[in-house]
C-alpha cells in the first residue's frame, strides 16, 4: 500500500489501555499496514503468523482479542475488517463518513470501551471454562459407565 492514508481518530492511546495480548498488538500493527483503504484485509493466518515469526496458535489468539475487543472482525476465512476508527482511508472525508456510518456501541471513543472489552473476556473465558467443565463431567460420567 503506498501514498498517504488518513485514519478518523489517533487510537494508539484506548487501544493501549485495552491491555491485549502481546501478539494482539503486533497483529493488529501488521493488518494497519496492510490493509485497503476502508481496512479490508486479505490475509490468511499463515501469512500473518510468517510475517509475526509467530505460531499460527499465537496469532489465532491474537485475532480472537481484536475481535473481543471490536478492533478487528473476520468476515470469512482469510478477510478481516478493521474498526472504521482505526483503518486508512484515502481522504479525511472518507474517514469522518466511515465513522458517522458505524454504530456507537463499535466506536472507540465511547465511554465503556475499554470495560467492554473487560467484559467480552471475561464471559468468553467462562465460556471457555464452562466447556472445560462439560468435557470433564461427560469423561467422568463415561468412566462411570465403563466401571459399572
Do not use: C, W
Amino acid at each position: 500500500m503506498s501514498g498517504l492514508h488518513f485514519a478518523a481518530v489517533n487510537a494508539e492511546g484506548i487501544v493501549a489501555d485495552l491491555d491485549l495480548l502481546p501478539a494482539a498488538y503486533r497483529v493488529l500493527l501488521k493488518l494497519r499496514a496492510h490493509s485497503e483503504p476502508g481496512g479490508r484485509i486479505e490475509i490468511d493466518q499463515g501469512t500473518i503468523a510468517q510475517m509475526l515469526n509467530l505460531s499460527r496458535t499465537a496469532v489465532n489468539a491474537a485475532l480472537r482479542d481484536l475481535d473481543l475487543a471490536q478492533l478487528v472482525k473476520k468476515q470469512r476465512a482469510g478477510v478481516y475488517q478493521l474498526n472504521a476508527m482505526i483503518a486508512p482511508y484515502l481522504s479525511p472525508e472518507d474517514a469522518i463518513a466511515a465513522v458517522k456510518a458505524m454504530p456507537k456501541s463499535e466506536r472507540l471513543n465511547s465511554t465503556d470501551f475499554v470495560d467492554r472489552y473487560r467484559r467480552s473476556v471475561t464471559a468468553y473465558q467462562d465460556q471457555l471454562a464452562e466447556k472445560r467443565r462439560r468435557r470433564e463431567d461427560a469423561k467422568r460420567r463415561q468412566n462411570l459407565k465403563a466401571v459399572s
